[in-house]
């Protein structure tokens, strides 16, 4: 029996709301957007990646109506459905109803029917007094998260919030080596994808609605990546110079290492310490007719891949919180702890640590983070310089999430031997 969109949602979403073996949508999700069918998965993909966004808010709406929680977690991941459906969505409400209650049949939750719909039904009858009740948490965050925003960012910290629950829509790269931007938008409209360049920008194209990549013009002739428009701009970081020793390290999924090799010749080893992941690297590589030499290895540890050689530049992508993403990774929300970061920051330190003897002198290592927490960001790299005499900070910028993700950037230069 085929599944309806609604009911591949739940069943993606079930896992991350278990709380006992909770699991990322990258590990549910691809395998059931393959179940859908073509012209319900754009739907199956904004329910599931919308209730997540807004889940936290969700929970705090329908939690006055539950005596307790459901113990299957493919029934909560309904009644969440059906309200980012009667909230957030131009769904009509009875179909919003009627399709998650025959969601819930179809999956063997016959005798929770009763309860989704009654729920489903007190919330539109006392949708204002549940909204007003539950207004703290409109910002869909935990706690831990919220309270860390409003130290780092006072000013900001709502707008931060309220980015991350946002649609993020499609932003593409041009490769430099195939194709102008101008051109490839020409492309665009001529195929009817509405689309415009970005500012500041100068390979960048934002589409006005999701779009399958697959179909775009010249996708399989590598004339196109997708790739944020704030990522994009590391690239102007890096002061690259044609024929320099770069060293990307860790790599993987290749958007930064495709940008650098678009627009300059360059001795580049892309490394990454996971083997499916830098598999990746390879196929995009490959799809836009690019190379670079590439190597399973985890960077902390030069004395196992290093030649020896020092590198003009070295690019650090550094593993992260992920918080500048959350649109995008919704997820992230469920699954990081708050005792998560300072683990993170350690992995950060000690990579930091282990590549910059690897850089020349006069050389430039560029650290990049998409998180918006300082201990990540400004306080990791001035912990750095600190214990380091021969490092100077030549450039610092943090770009908060808005219509593009959060992004922290900062270039450090090697003292002359």
Request: aromatic letters at 6%; one cysteine or more.
């Amino acid at each position: 029996m085929s599944l309806s969109a609604r009911a591949l949602a739940a069943l993606a979403l079930a896992p991350l709301l278990d709380q006992r073996q909770a699991r990322s949508l990258a590990a549910t999700l691809p395998e059931l957007q393959a179940r859908c069918a073509p012209r319900d998965r754009a739907l199956l993909t904004e329910m599931v990646q919308g209730t997540a966004r807004q889940g936290i808010y969700l929970q705090a709406l329908i939690a006055p109506l539950l005596r307790h929680s459901p113990a299957d977690a493919r029934v909560t991941a309904l009644l969440l459905l059906g309200l980012y459906q009667l909230a957030f969505m131009r769904v009509p409400a009875h179909a919003a109803l009627q399709e998650t209650v025959e969601a819930a049949r179809s999956l063997g939750l016959e005798r929770s029917t009763g309860l989704i719909n009654a729920l489903l039904r007190r919330y539109q009858r006392e949708s204002d007094a549940l909204h007003l009740r539950a207004a703290p948490w409109r910002h869909s965050h935990p706690v831990w998260l919220a309270e860390r925003l409003r130290q780092d960012w006072p000013e900001q910290a709502e707008a931060i919030m309220a980015a991350a629950n946002d649609t993020p829509r499609l932003c593409l790269r041009v490769n430099a080596r195939r194709c102008r931007r101008d051109d490839y938008l020409t492309h665009l409209h001529a195929a009817g994808i509405a689309a415009s360049t970005v500012a500041d920008a100068d390979d960048a194209i934002l589409l006005e609605q999701a779009h399958d990549v697959s179909s775009l013009p010249f996708w399989q002739e590598g004339w196109v990546s997708v790739q944020d428009a704030h990522a994009q701009g590391i690239l102007a970081c890096l002061d690259l110079q044609p024929g320099q020793r770069v060293l990307d390290a860790c790599a993987a999924p290749g958007g930064k290492t495709a940008h650098m090799l678009e627009h300059f010749d360059l001795d580049l080893l892309a490394l990454d310490q996971d083997a499916q992941r830098l598999q990746r690297v390879a196929d995009n590589l490959g799809r836009l007719g690019l190379h670079a030499k590439l190597q399973q290895a985890d960077a902390r540890q030069p004395a196992s891949w290093w030649d020896g050689q020092p590198f003009a530049r070295i690019l650090l992508d550094a593993p992260c919180s992920g918080t500048g993403v959350l649109r995008r990774h919704p997820d992230i929300k469920f699954l990081r702890r708050a005792d998560d970061i300072d683990k993170i920051v350690q992995v950060q330190r000690e990579l930091l640590n282990a590549l910059w003897p690897l850089l020349a002198p006069g050389g430039r290592l560029t650290y990049v983070t998409c998180s918006v927490l300082h201990a990540e960001n400004q306080e990791q790299i001035a912990a750095f310089v600190a214990q380091h005499s021969d490092a100077r900070c030549c450039l610092e910028q943090a770009w908060l999430p808005d219509e593009h993700d959060g992004f922290y950037v900062a270039a450090l230069v090697k003292a002359d031997a």
